[in-house]
């Protein structure tokens, strides 16, 4: 086995491992999709209150099965903004309704537009609300529960016209509530009680995120789906399964601002607190089979004396996780870690810059696919000088390949001799074997990289390469085994071995080029050995058939370069190029 052979399965050995066969957990998203259809029209239980704040329970409601019948269920008022489009419910004055004007289901531009928050009661259940609550016990204050009809001053919430709630508990509190949204996703909630009673009160502030029944998962192992957060400064998250194994099915965290939610691969839904007050926030799970997914959080308890007044702020995010957006954010009005919305990965200090740079360049060249062209060229640049050692390294190997021959014949089954005398060749020649791996070792994390940033971010999602590539973030549509769309039929949706017949275009250019890039070099004499790598390029070509067809043209590009740049130094060095007699050598024509 060459050492050029020996560094290409320790790429590809490395790169698996890194990336995960997510292939393996398709077939599950799937058989979760369908399990959520039949499940989540069934209606599950109040959802319970904030710890020892209490809520009075609502009583029973019938259980809809249209989202308009559910929104039917409360007066509301609509929201029209550049960004998003739905409405509030007077109703318990929950932001219940969201959908996002700029994203569709498909890449088809006249596919409905992203449905984000729905009402209780329909399908597919998820909510924020806020308020006040009181641990009080003997003598409790009425305060607004998911039953208060509240009062609008106006029928539409803009981004230029904020709207205002009131309700009067009859019994001296007054409450008003201010809405105001931005021109993307952000809303900010400026709660009000003033005390015209006789006598003190004291509340505590809540806000919750609610998501009725569990959401179909996206399939991604490397991806982080579920319960997620900022509790002080540090990031919480949890999925959907681990927070069932949690005592009473409930974790908690204290700390000074913070934001808790849920995040799915492209949206989010999350709220926050005024960042400067101490908080408790849980994130729980209750109900039976088809169970409700709460992140909520409590500020501490605050005395309302006669003639004074309460207020409260939160923030609520209801949106597609743009990297500007949520970096905005960040900074103004300063919600903590933000950006972390986004599963950036155990290498966000390479994958952040990753994005950047390919955005850039799509900010200059106009297509996401190129600029992931041109990323390949730059990150080839970088590591030039250590591949250039390593493919010299290599020319070395060669040269000596005939003196290890010699040596392998003098010493024959004696290993240990045979060992001893190649290392001391190695070390008289100045040839380090390993050397060729470094660069291969060092590309991983960017190829890494490229791969979270194809995943996570949103600014992929839909984004177009040039002919049939649609969507650089999805696999490669078309498929060799349904004669690429001229029969009828979807391999990928066979059982068990439907992840491993994605096999497109792309994924066979790859192929050809991973293979075109073993044949560089001279085939190894051990029989099995020559069989493996025969083979691997067929391995990786059906393993990475389902990838993001974005990161399938990187890999494809960056063995085309791979093959120029290690004919160039094998020529400057004189070592005899392989490529054309291994070829001639495969289809036998020598």
Known sequence: MTENTKNMLIAAALSLIFIGLWDYFYAFPEFDRQKQ????????????????????????????????EALALSPRVAIDTRSISGSIALKGARIDDV????????????????????????????????????????NAPAL????????????????????????????GLVFKRVISVDDEYLFTVKDTVENKSGKAVTLHNFSRVNRIGRPASSGYAILHEGFIGVVGDKAEELNY?????????????????????????????????DQNTAIEARYVAMGGANKTYQADTVTEAKAVEPGATAEATTYVFAGAKEVDTLDAYKANPGLKRFDLLIDWGWFYFITRPMFRLIDFLYRVLGNFGL???????IVKAAFLPLANKSYKSIAKMKEIQPKIKELKEKHGDDKHAFNMEQMELYRREKVNPASGCLPVLLQIPVFFSLYKVLVVTIEMRHAPFFGWIKDLSAPDPTNVFNLFGLIPFDPTHV????????????????????????????????????????????????????????????????????????GVIMKRAGVKFELWDNLRKTFGMA
Request: proline share 8%; hydrophobic share 40%.
């Open 37 to 68: 259809v039949q499940t989540q029209q069934a209606r599950l239980a109040k959802t319970p209150k904030l710890g020892a704040p209490d809520q009075p329970v609502a009583p029973a409601v019938p259980v809809v099965r249209t989202r308009e």
């Open 99 to 138: 959908s996002l004007k700029h994203y569709r289901q498909t890449v088809d531009p006249t596919s409905p537009i992203i449905t984000l928050l729905s009402p209780e009661y329909g399908p597919s259940p998820y909510f924020a609300e806020m308020g006040f609550v009181t641990g009080e016990i003997e």
């Open 144 to 171: 607004p529960t998911t039953e208060t009809l509240w009062t609008a001053d106006s029928d539409r919430l803009t981004s230029g016209k904020p709207l205002t709630l009131s309700w009067d508990n009859g019994k």
């Open 241 to 273: 399964d681990k927070i069932e194994k949690e005592a009473d099915s409930t974790k908690t965290f204290k700390g000074v601002g913070g934001w808790v939610g849920f995040t799915d691969k492209y949206w989010g839904a999350v709220v926050a607190p």
């Open 371 to 377: 600029a992931i062209l041109a990323v390949t060229v």
């Open 495 to 566: 059982a068990i071995f439907g992840p491993y017949l994605a096999l497109g275009v792309w994924p066979l250019v790859m192929g050809v080029t991973m293979w075109l890039q073993m044949k560089m070099n001279p085939e190894p004499t051990d029989e099995i050995q020559k069989t493996m790598f025969a083979w691997m390029p067929v391995m990786f070509t059906f393993t990475m058939g389902s990838f993001a067809s974005g990161l399938i043209i990187y890999w494809s590009w960056n063995n085309l370069l791979s093959i120029i740049q290690q």
